[in-house]
């Protein structure tokens, strides 16, 4: 079945540190990817996402590239905010499980000015 | 404005008692999802429904019922029969019906304790 594995955290960084979020994934199919974002008691908004090879999400200054030879879609950002602390997760819709998403069991970042 | 919600965003039941979350939606989405969050398990699928009355069982739906009578509506009843109720409950929708590359788009939760 399908499965997503993501760093496990809890990921503290300085203010303006580079972020860097592993993401690998399984799946029958040929999978559509996404990162989403949960900021403390909210729900989960998209981040960004990519639904083909060598594709690249971008948005708000966080990157992240479909690899299909390594199954990854590692999460980047150059240089984080405060304001990024949140829990990051990864997430995968494949068509061969009816197009559910899989999640994984997200990441929580704190950034420390 | 376009959007989910979910109500309530606390609610506090005794053991026993089937309880029923809301979740509508006015963005015109054919799916609906429902979600399980618990502290370092990620999101669980609970049920999905893709179109007006017909759903499917995800990963874990023993112990929940639903029912999809309006596209804007998508309520979960947790019942007496849910061993370990309280979690953090996560609505979403999504445009399309069987399309991967549809962005799901999740109401804010209900954060739901059984005493």
């Known amino acids: 079945g399908d499965s997503v594995t993501q760093m496990e955290g809890p990921v503290t960084l300085s203010e303006e540190a580079f972020l860097t979020i592993n993401c690998t994934y399984t799946?029958?199919?040929?999978?559509?990817l996404f990162w989403y974002v949960q900021y403390p008691g909210e729900g989960l908004q998209l981040l960004l996402k990519?639904?083909?090879?060598?594709d690249k999400g971008s948005n708000k200054g966080f990157e992240a590239t479909y690899r299909k030879e390594t199954t990854s879609f590692h999460l980047e950002k150059g240089s984080v905010q405060v304001s990024d602390s949140a829990v990051y997760f990864c997430a995968l819709s494949d068509p061969g499980s009816n197009y559910k998403l899989t999640f994984g069991k997200g990441t929580l970042l704190t950034v420390n000015p | 404005d376009g959007g989910i919600t979910q109500s309530p965003k606390y609610l506090f039941r005794k053991e026993g008692q089937n309880v029923t979350l809301s979740c509508e939606q006015n963005l015109n989405h054919d799916a609906m999802y429902w979600y399980r969050q618990d502290p370092g398990q990620g999101l669980r699928l609970i049920y999905y429904?893709?179109?007006?009355?017909?759903?499917q069982k995800g990963d874990i739906a023993e112990g929940y019922s639903v029912s999809r009578e309006k596209k804007e509506s998508f309520p979960l009843t947790v019942t007496s029969a849910q061993k370990n109720p309280t979690a953090f409950y996560l609505c979403a929708s999504s445009p399309g019906a069987g399309v991967a590359t549809d962005t799901q788009y999740f109401g804010p939760g209900t954060r739901l304790t059984v005493l």
């Open positions: 799946a029958t199919g040929y999978p559509s």
């Open positions: 990519a639904t083909k090879a060598d």
């Open positions: 429904s893709q179109i007006v009355n017909d759903f």
